[in-house]
């Protein structure tokens, strides 16, 4: 691939590259990698999800109740929790929605620079700003998964059992019951997931310059790691309603 290419790329406008992240994500990237930004895809990742949180606030903190309760919690301090939940402290969650988006995708983004610089030999040079733009333009496709998961917790009046993942298939654990490892696995299997995952190999692939095999090495070997350690400390992060 010609490695001048960033010179001959039509600059994009905002909406042109939003629109092609769905429908065209090569040219959309191509565009990205000329000029990387993150920003306004940051504001408009954060306002949606902060707004998705706030409508199943109360669906959420009456499944930890529900959960609490099942572990047989003493009456006194479920109280507490109870009251603590339903003060001020609700939204602390949701206002530090703005704070955790950015220290994770600036890991996330870091992450990717090294594991593309030592995985993909190529003379291509790949910023970390590249990167973060990669982290927050694939992220826009919580315009979609957002809405959807939000329109099924809300229909149901619970976000157990609403998943887009192939958890689906198996029976819901009971209320307190820790899930099977088969469950656990198969909930790392998400549609949107995948989607975000084709987009950053896409990412990948024009801003290394190289095939998209190549490039989707070291995306999924973060993947393959990125599902062992989540199912293996899945009891602890359980503790927290993660």
Do not use: C, H
Not at 161 to 182: R, W
């Amino acid at each position: 691939m010609d490695t001048n290419a960033n010179s001959t790329v039509s600059e994009m406008s905002f909406m042109q590259k939003l629109i092609s992240v769905f429908t065209a994500p090569r040219s959309a990237f191509e565009s990205i990698n000329a000029r990387p930004s993150w920003f306004v895809p940051y504001l408009i990742t954060v306002a949606i999800t902060i707004a998705l949180q706030y409508a199943v606030m109360d669906i959420t903190m009456q499944d930890q109740l529900a959960i609490m309760e099942a572990k047989d919690m003493p009456a006194e301090q479920m109280d507490a929790v109870r009251t603590q939940m339903e003060g001020p402290m609700k939204y602390i969650g949701i206002a530090m929605i703005p704070i955790a988006t950015v220290a994770v995708w600036v890991i996330l983004g870091g992450i990717f620079l090294l594991a593309g610089n030592i995985m993909i030999t190529n003379s291509e040079e790949v910023t970390f700003k590249k990167m973060l733009a990669l982290v927050s333009w694939s992220s826009l496709i919580t315009i979609v998964a957002g809405p959807l998961r939000t329109l099924l917790v809300i229909s149901k009046g619970t976000m157990r059992g609403v998943a887009t993942d192939l958890s689906v298939l198996l029976p819901v654990p009971a209320i307190g019951e820790d899930p099977s490892l088969l469950y656990l696995l198969l909930s790392k299997i998400d549609v949107f997931v995948i989607w975000q995952i084709v987009l950053w190999i896409i990412g990948f692939s024009v801003f290394y310059r190289v095939e998209t095999k190549k490039a989707a090495v070291p995306v999924l070997t973060l993947w393959a790691i990125w599902i062992v350690v989540s199912v293996a400390f899945s009891s602890f992060f359980g503790q927290f309603g993660m």
